[in-house]
């Protein structure tokens, strides 16, 4: 376990398991600033696409770029995934480390693809099972460490992983959270609420919602963010659902289910 000390970033892996996710009234007006930044970031992408006038019909990424690793450590990542979540959510796991390697190629940040790649597979492991005023991603976190320590992976680089699916969850994750932590918060904004969207090329983006099927996504991410927010109140879950609308704002994502 990470030590956690009280000057700990909102939605680091010390944060969190220091504070179970929930957030102080100073903690939610830190966030507001960086939830509207994304909301309004959310708009302007859909207007453009709409408009056919957005970025990604001008970029184009190299296809190897976006390739999953091929480490013996990430093939066993993948299969614990497969046994830990649904179709579902698999696909999105899958997505989000797909869109976080996108925009990365796009931005020119580099990044560690193993570790991005495991803190994507075992992201949302915890979400399914719900504990009462314990944020999912303690136990995502929980999963990936046992894992980690399982293939006798150093603890700084199991952290980072830790760390990563802990900010995931929160408003304005920025580089200076580390570039993984950074790639994952922004590729599972792309397919839980369309942010960046509007940035991956056309062609990309078909391809992998071709490669990695939605499955009716929306309503189950929805359904799952909802039982969330009430069984941790003032977590962060509840945060978007309250500020952010967050059952309005996965409809309106530029994908179909």
Not at 57 to 72: F, G, N, Q, V, Y
Not at 124 to 142: L, W, Y
Not at 234 to 243: K, M, P, S, T
Request: charged share 20%; net charge positive; proline share 7%.
């Amino acid at each position: 376990m990470s030590q956690p000390r009280s000057t700990d970033p909102i939605g680091s892996i010390g944060w969190t398991e220091r504070t179970g996710g929930m957030l102080t009234a100073r903690e939610c007006l830190t966030l507001a600033p960086p939830l509207l930044r994304g909301e309004l970031s959310i708009l302007a992408g859909r207007l453009a696409m709409a408009l056919r006038v957005h970025s990604g019909r001008r970029s184009s990424i190299d296809p190897a770029s976006l390739a999953h690793p091929d480490s013996a450590l990430a093939k066993d990542a993948g299969v614990a995934a497969q046994d830990l979540l649904t179709p579902v959510l698999l696909n999105h796991s899958s997505r989000a480390y797909t869109w976080g390697a996108a925009l990365a190629a796009l931005q020119g940040i580099t990044f560690d693809r193993e570790l991005l790649y495991l803190a994507a597979m075992f992201h949302d492991t915890g979400i399914p099972s719900p504990v009462p005023e314990v944020d999912f991603t303690v136990r995502s976190a929980a999963v990936a460490r046992e894992f980690t320590d399982s293939h006798h992976m150093p603890a700084d680089r199991r952290e980072l992983v830790a760390n990563a699916i802990a900010m995931h969850h929160t408003p304005g994750v920025g580089l200076d959270s580390g570039p993984e932590a950074y790639l994952l918060s922004a590729g599972a904004s792309v397919d839980v609420f369309g942010l960046h969207s509007n940035q991956i090329p056309d062609a990309v983006r078909q391809k992998v919602i071709h490669q990695y099927p939605r499955l009716g996504f929306k309503r189950e991410f929805a359904r799952l963010l909802r039982t969330e927010a009430k069984q941790v109140p003032r977590g962060r879950a509840w945060y978007l659902h309250r500020f952010a609308m967050s059952d309005l704002s996965i409809r309106l994502a530029p994908f179909r289910d």
